[in-house]
């Protein structure tokens, strides 16, 4: 058994079991509420620079296949969990998520009390930490953590974004609506794949663009439509997306996913601040405030679009969270641009959310659902 440690900034120690890959990983210690898609989350690019714990206290029963990941590697910086299974049942498993963390080099503790940490993490915020296994030292882990950066510091979106532009043809027979099929210009911030799947099995061509993308380089691809997609970090620090937004803004379509909807309130005019803990998870109650609807929605983030700052910015608040009263997604009054910060595409059990913000990409596009 190999020994590990989890330190916190505050001085918290926690000692547990370690698995995956030896070593040491440093960032914001946040928890998700999900029970299952954690071969998604782990994935997820957004989850960098940050160390993933789930409150769930089983992870790992059904093994990674390999069909659900959301990006070429892990992007989590390290896994805690209350117990990693070591032989999991699933038809489709190829590995377990020992092995999976061992492959990717990322380090894991179990048999850690996450309900206490997740408390915690409520009452005093987000924190720093670091997970060290192969060792105990739990000063060492905690001087770790108060030295590491902190999140609003760093730039994370070149470590996840493509390097150069690449073209995915829509699914062939998909596009409804009696026209040509529609090309979109999608800025990779860190997008999932199953934004891109939704989006391509619509029809719709997509060409994907590095975050650094100038909108003249943007506007050379003719773009009937552009899209922001998820990303890790302070939406502030998204220049170039944010300049691209206000580029094409009541040119065309504008729409975007979580950070992308956080960029382009940026980009309008309006204020984004970082949560005392962030939203993830896959049970998250949102209310349409148009429709008087309430959807049960997937969600990872630690910032939020300041509800008072969007007065004057054209835009209006049509989604807002049931719990906490956070906005979750605006559209314009008078231009096609539109947002929302959950993710409709996750599948998280129920999918109304993805016919609701998909179906609505491709109506702006002049197709049919």
């Not at 179990?110 to 192969?134: F, K, Q, S």
């Not at 650094?212 to 990303?231: H, M, R």
């Not at 608040?317 to 009263?325: E, I, M, Q, S, W």
């Amino acid at each position: 058994m190999m020994k590990a440690v989890l330190g916190l900034e505050d001085g918290t120690v926690i000692r547990g079991t370690g698995f995956g890959a030896e070593g040491t990983a440093c960032g914001e210690l946040v928890f998700t509420t999900q029970f299952t898609g954690y071969e998604e989350a782990l994935t997820d690019p957004s989850y960098k620079g940050q160390i993933l714990m789930f409150t769930y206290p089983l992870i790992g029963n059904y093994g990674v296949s390999g069909e659900r990941v959301q990006s070429d590697n892990m992007h989590a910086e390290g896994l805690v969990v209350r117990e990693a299974c070591k032989k999991p049942y699933h038809y489709k498993s190829s590995r377990s998520i020992h092995k999976f963390l061992e492959d990717e080099g990322k380090p894991g503790i179990e048999g850690v009390d996450t309900r206490m940490l997740t408390i915690r993490a409520r009452e005093r915020g987000t924190m720093r930490a670091a997970l060290i296994t192969g060792s105990d030292d739990g000063e060492e882990a905690v001087d770790v953590a108060r030295n590491s950066p902190q999140l609003t510091d760093e730039e994370l979106i070149s470590l996840v974004t493509c390097k150069e532009p690449y073209f995915i043809p829509g699914a062939e027979g998909a596009w409804k609506g009696g026209s040509k099929r529609k090309h979109a210009v999608i800025v990779d911030l860190g997008i999932k794949r199953n934004i891109i799947n939704n989006l391509h099995r619509r029809g719709i061509d997509l060409t994907l663009v590095p975050a650094t993308a100038k909108p003249s380089e943007i506007a050379g691809y003719e773009p009937d439509l552009l899209f922001i997609s998820n990303g890790p970090g302070d939406p502030e620090k998204a220049t170039d997306a944010i300049n691209a937004v206000k580029a094409f803004a009541g040119t065309i379509p504008v729409c975007g996913i979580c950070f992308g909807h956080q960029i382009i309130s940026l980009a309008m005019g309006a204020k984004t601040y970082k949560l005392k803990f962030g939203h993830r998870g896959g049970n998250q109650p949102v209310k349409d405030l148009i429709e008087n609807k309430i959807f049960i929605t997937s969600q990872n983030h630690g910032y939020a679009v300041d509800a008072y700052s969007l007065d004057g910015t054209g835009l209006y608040v049509k989604y807002l969270n049931a719990n906490d009263k956070t906005v979750e997604g605006v559209s314009h009054k008078d231009l096609d641009i539109f947002s929302v910060q959950f993710h409709p595409e996750a599948q998280a059990g129920p999918m109304d959310t993805e016919e609701t913000f998909f179906g609505k990409v491709v109506n702006v596009l002049g197709g049919e659902i």
